[in-house]
């Protein structure tokens, strides 16, 4: 989403360069109000709960993206799945971060520098990613925020049931 929006928003659907930083704004805002809302909705649902929700509506949401992309169903359609897809990301990220690390409650701050390092390294090979699918569409996005969050699901759905109940 960092790599991919301003040439989606500005190059593709004619956003005012000067209009950008408030949509990309208004995603990092549904980032940090949803972060916040992890803990209460953990503490009253459950954390494996409330993470495997969160992975389901990524896929879901960066399908959705991909799909408005191939449909042509134009930019708001696409604004609303991503922005749907970044709120996400903000229940996600902090729950994930606790149920990895709370396994390893004697080496907390490895399991986290670990955490750090995978999040940034991935990120990077997302970027990658798009720059290796970017044919002056929206769909490499798309695609790449769909696979993210796919791979977030299927990866949960692997560890098995003991890191669900953390």
């Known amino acids: 989403y960092i790599a991919g929006s301003p040439f989606v928003f500005i190059e593709l659907h004619g956003v005012a360069p000067e ?21 209460p909705l953990a503490q009253r649902f459950g954390r494996a709960r409330v993470y495997g929700l969160a992975l389901l ?6 399908l959705a993206a991909a799909l408005s992309v191939a449909l042509g169903l134009g930019f708001w359609v ?8 970044l709120c996400l990301m ?21 399991a986290s520098a670990l ?13 990658l990613a798009l720059a290796l699918l970017h044919d002056g569409t929206a769909l490499p996005m798309a695609a790449v925020m769909a ?3 796919l791979c977030g699901l299927i990866a949960w759905r692997a560890l098995g049931a003991s890191l669900r109940r953390a």
Not at 25 to 39: H, K, N
Not at 78 to 85: D, H, K
Not at 115 to 127: E, K, P, S, W
């Open 19 to 39: 209009n950008f930083g408030w949509l990309f704004g208004a995603g990092a805002a549904g980032v940090i109000g949803c972060g916040q809302l992890a803990g």
């Open 57 to 62: 509506g990524l896929s879901c949401a960066g």
């Open 78 to 85: 696409l604004y609303a799945a991503l922005l749907a897809y």
């Open 90 to 110: 903000g229940l996600a990220l902090p729950l994930g971060g606790i149920i990895a690390i709370t396994p390893f409650p004697h080496m907390a701050g490895t």
């Open 115 to 127: 955490i750090g390092t995978l999040q940034f390294a991935l990120g990077a090979v997302a970027g």
């Open 147 to 149: 696979g993210g969050g």
